[in-house]
C-alpha cells in the first residue's frame, strides 16, 4: 500500500484544488494498485475511472477526503503491525535454526530420531501446544497443567451451578405445570358455575318480567278505569293543583257562613212540616213557656215571704 506515504491536510477546504489534487492522488495510488494486483494491462484504464472529474462536487469532495484519510489511517495501523509481526517471525526463524543446529550437533536431528522417539516428540509437541507453551521445561508444563486444572475447576463449578439452575428452573416449571393445571379446573369449574347461574339468573328474569307484564296491563286497565272517571266527573286539563286548592278554600268559607243558617234549620226539624200544626206547636210551646215563668214566679214569691230567710 503505496498510498499510506502521502497525508491529506484536514484544514484544506472541500473545493479548494488542493484537496482535489490530493483526492486525485489517492485515488490514482489506489488503481496503481489495483492494476499492479490484477496485471498491467488494465492499469490506464483503471486509473482513468478512478477520477474525479472536470467538475467534482464540493460534497463529493468532502465524502473522498474523509474516506481517504480513513483508509491512510487503517494502511498505516496495519503497516504498523505487519513490521511488527515480520520481526517475530525473523525471531522465531531465528530462534528455531539454533534449536535445530544444537540438536543436529547433539545427535537429536529429527530424521536420525528413531520412530518411538519421533512419536514422543511430537506428542510433547502436541501437549506444548495444547498448553499454550514454547519450550519443554517441567515448570512451564507444571504451570500449564495447574492453569489447566483451574480452569477445570472453574468449568466444573459453573457446570454445577449451571445444573443447579437448571433443576430449580425444572422443579419451577413443575410446579408452574402444577398450578396451571389447578387453574385450569377451576376455570372449568367457574365455567360450570357460571352456566347454571345464567340459568337460574335468566329463570329469574323470566319469571320477573312475566309478572311486570301482568303489572303492565293491570296498571294500564287502572289508568283507562281513571280516565274514564275522570271524564264522568268534568275532569279537564285546566283543573290544576291550584285551581283544586282555591276551591277548596272557597267550600271553606261557604261552610263556615251556612254553619249558623244550617244550626237555626236544625232547631226546626222538631215542627210537623204542616202550617197549622206549626203553629198549634208554636202556641203549645209558648204556653209551656208561660207555665214555666209563672213557676218560677212562685218559687221566687214563696221564697222572699218565707220568715226563715
Same mark, same amino acid.
Given at each position: ?64 477526503? %474523509? #474516506?481517504?484519510? &480513513?483508509?491512510? =489511517? @487503517? ?5 504498523? /503491525? !505487519?513490521?511488527?509481526? +515480520? $520481526?517475530? *517471525? ?11 543446529? %544444537? #540438536?543436529?550437533? &547433539?545427535?537429536? =536431528? @529429527? ?5 518411538? /522417539? !519421533?512419536?514422543?516428540? +511430537? $506428542?510433547? *509437541? ?26 477445570? /475447576? ?22 408452574a405445570i402444577t398450578k396451571l393445571t389447578e387453574l385450569k379446573k377451576m376455570l372449568e369449574k367457574f ?81 210537623p212540616p204542616d202550617k197549622a200544626l206549626a203553629a198549634l206547636a208554636i202556641e203549645d210551646k209558648k ?6 215563668e209563672k213557676y218560677l214566679e212562685d218559687v221566687l214569691q214563696s221564697a222572699l215571704t218565707t220568715p226563715?230567710?
Amino acid at each position: 500500500m503505496d498510498h499510506t506515504a502521502e497525508h491529506l491536510d484536514p484544514a484544506a477546504p472541500a473545493s479548494a484544488p488542493a484537496s482535489v489534487a490530493e483526492v486525485n492522488a489517492w485515488l490514482a495510488s489506489l488503481a496503481a494498485e489495483g492494476g499492479g494486483v490484477g496485471g498491467r494491462g488494465g492499469g490506464g484504464a483503471v486509473a482513468s475511472e478512478l477520477s474525479l472529474g472536470p467538475d467534482p462536487t464540493p460534497r463529493g469532495v468532502s465524502y473522498l477526503r %474523509a #474516506l481517504a484519510a &480513513a483508509s491512510q =489511517a @487503517r494502511s498505516r495501523a496495519a503497516g504498523i /503491525a !505487519a513490521t511488527g509481526l +515480520r $520481526a517475530q *517471525a525473523a525471531e522465531y526463524r531465528a530462534e528455531a535454526a539454533r534449536l535445530r543446529e %544444537a #540438536l543436529e550437533r &547433539a545427535g537429536l =536431528a @529429527r530424521d536420525a530420531l528413531p520412530p518411538p /522417539a !519421533a512419536s514422543a516428540a +511430537r $506428542a510433547v *509437541a502436541a501437549v506444548a501446544n495444547l498448553l499454550a507453551i514454547r519450550d519443554t521445561e517441567t515448570s512451564s508444563f507444571v504451570v500449564a497443567s495447574a492453569d489447566l486444572w483451574l480452569r477445570r /475447576a472453574e468449568v466444573e463449578e459453573k457446570r454445577d451451578k449451571v445444573h443447579k439452575e437448571s433443576k430449580a428452573l425444572l422443579d419451577y416449571t413443575r410446579k408452574a405445570i402444577t398450578k396451571l393445571t389447578e387453574l385450569k379446573k377451576m376455570l372449568e369449574k367457574f365455567k360450570n358455575d357460571v352456566e347454571k347461574q345464567q340459568v337460574e339468573q335468566m329463570t329469574d328474569w323470566q319469571t320477573k318480567l312475566a309478572m311486570m307484564d301482568s303489572k303492565e296491563r293491570q296498571y294500564v286497565l287502572q289508568v283507562s278505569n281513571y280516565k274514564a272517571m275522570l271524564n264522568r266527573v268534568g275532569y279537564t286539563p285546566e283543573v290544576n293543583h291550584g285551581v283544586l286548592m282555591e276551591m277548596a278554600e272557597h267550600k271553606k268559607d261557604l261552610e263556615r257562613k251556612t254553619k249558623p243558617i244550617a244550626d237555626t234549620l236544625r232547631s226546626y226539624q222538631d215542627l210537623p212540616p204542616d202550617k197549622a200544626l206549626a203553629a198549634l206547636a208554636i202556641e203549645d210551646k209558648k204556653r209551656q213557656y208561660a207555665a214555666a215563668e209563672k213557676y218560677l214566679e212562685d218559687v221566687l214569691q214563696s221564697a222572699l215571704t218565707t220568715p226563715g230567710l
